[in-house]
Structures are given as structure tokens and as C-alpha cells.
């Protein structure tokens, strides 16, 4: 059940503290509970109880500088004025890439599924442990990559720009149009050029360990990267396929 009767993991090496979360739940004594979990862990925390309030702020982030912007939202998904879903759709719309958990108290693996294709990353359900939420949120961050202090703002591969702060990318001086996982797995593949990615590593990245489709998710998103930066995308000179290994970039 939800309670604070096992403290939260201890930060590990990797955790870099004063990431600002936001929590959206309607309902007080969780939302406070979880924002106690998340600051004694060292997170910055703040709580809105409704979805309208919610989209407004992340919304405003857009053009504040990074320092204020939020790095993770944990989002229930029965929420006044505007619900849980409608927030993900809306922001995936529009290119916000932030990492979502949801929370909810429906646990079919149809809602699951769900609550995974309109854009959410994670999905837990209710009752949680705090220990475990404290533990998913950690992941989210460490796998969207603000866990390095001095991210470059621009990722530069041959003919390829992709601005991290911007979520835009140009191939050949031009933009394209790609859609939030494509963004992040070509973000996670310019971070480390001509590293080979398993098809299971990358779903472990992109969409996260709970994630219920086919790893053959991995080659249709491959296939939409290369029709939009390569020249011929039947003979690709950005994402190389290594047999028997996955793929890597470059």
C-alpha cells in the first residue's frame, strides 16, 4: 500500500541532485506524501491538483530558461478540468519530450497500453510504495540523460544538428519533423556515435522496462528515422544496421 513505511532508496552515484518534478494528483495526502518522498531524496518537488493548472505551467516552461524548467512530471491520470491522458496527448502533440509516470488506480494491461501509446513513459499503479516510485522517477531522469551537469545544447554528426534544448533537428540545413521517440532515439544515438544498440537495449532506453509491445517497435521507428535523414534510405549512411547486434549511428 502507499505509505512511507520503507524510506526511499538512498541517491546512488549517479543521481544528481536539484531536478525539479512535478506532481499533478487531485488528491492531497498522496500528493503530499510523494512530494515529502521526492525531497528528502534531494528532488525539487512541487504539486498542482488539477490538469488544467498543470498544462498551464508546463506549457510556460517552453521559454524559461532550463534552471526552471521541470525534468519530470508524475501525473495521475483522474484529474479535474483536464485528465491524465489528455495532458499526454497535448504535450506529446506539441514536441514536449518530458518524461511522464503515470499513476493510476487502473490496472488492466489495456489501460497500461494506453497510458503507453498516448506518451507516457512509465506507468505505476495504485496502491505504490513510495520506495518504488522514488526508484522510477530516478530511472526516468537518469534515462533522458539530465543527469549530465554540462549536456551539450547541441549534438553535431556530419550533415546532422540536433539542439537538445530545442527538441528540433536539421539534416542537410533543413528541418524535420520527428515525433517524441524518434527524437530521443536519435538523441540517445548521437550521444555515443557508432556505439551498437541491442533492440532490447533500446526499448530500455526509449520505452522504458515495463514496456509491453514487440521489440520489432525498434525497426519501424529505425525505418521512420532513415526516410527522414537519409538520401537513400535503402542504402543508410547515418543508421547502420549490424547484423546479429542491433545498430549503431554513423
Not at 495526502?29 to 498543470?54: N, T
Not at 517524441?180 to 556515435?193: A, C, Q, V
Not at 521489440?215 to 527522414?228: A, G, P, S
Amino acid at each position: 500500500m502507499l505509505t512511507l513505511d520503507n524510506p526511499p532508496l538512498s541517491a546512488s552515484t549517479d543521481f544528481v541532485p536539484n531536478h525539479r518534478i512535478l506532481i499533478v494528483e487531485d488528491e492531497e495526502v498522496i500528493r503530499d506524501m510523494i512530494i515529502l518522498a521526492l525531497e528528502e531524496e534531494g528532488y525539487e518537488a512541487l504539486g498542482v491538483s488539477d490538469g488544467r493548472a498543470a498544462l498551464e505551467l508546463l506549457q510556460s516552461q517552453e521559454s524559461n530558461h532550463r534552471e526552471s524548467r521541470f525534468d519530470l512530471v508524475v501525473l495521475d491520470l483522474m484529474l479535474p478540468q483536464i485528465n491524465g491522458l489528455d495532458i499526454c496527448r497535448l504535450l506529446r502533440y506539441h514536441g514536449n519530450i518530458i518524461p511522464i509516470l503515470i499513476l493510476s488506480a487502473k490496472a488492466s494491461e489495456t489501460d497500461r497500453v494506453l497510458g503507453l501509446e498516448v506518451g507516457a513513459d512509465d506507468y505505476l499503479t495504485k496502491p505504490f510504495s513510495m520506495r518504488e516510485l522514488v526508484a522510477r522517477c530516478r530511472a526516468l531522469i537518469r534515462r533522458q540523460g539530465f543527469t549530465s551537469l554540462a549536456a551539450a545544447p547541441v549534438r553535431k554528426f556530419r550533415d546532422v544538428l540536433l539542439y537538445t534544448q530545442e527538441c528540433r533537428v536539421t539534416v542537410r540545413d533543413e528541418e524535420i519533423n520527428l515525433s517524441p521517440k524518434e527524437f530521443r532515439l536519435l538523441d540517445l544515438f548521437m550521444s555515443y556515435p557508432r556505439r551498437v544498440w541491442s533492440r532490447d537495449q533500446l526499448i530500455e532506453q526509449i520505452w522504458g522496462p515495463d514496456f509491453l509491445g514487440d521489440t520489432k517497435t525498434v525497426d519501424v521507428h529505425i525505418r521512420w528515422l532513415r526516410e527522414k535523414l537519409e538520401i537513400d534510405p535503402s542504402q543508410p549512411e547515418y543508421l547502420i544496421t549490424v547484423r546479429g547486434f542491433g545498430y549503431r549511428f554513423g
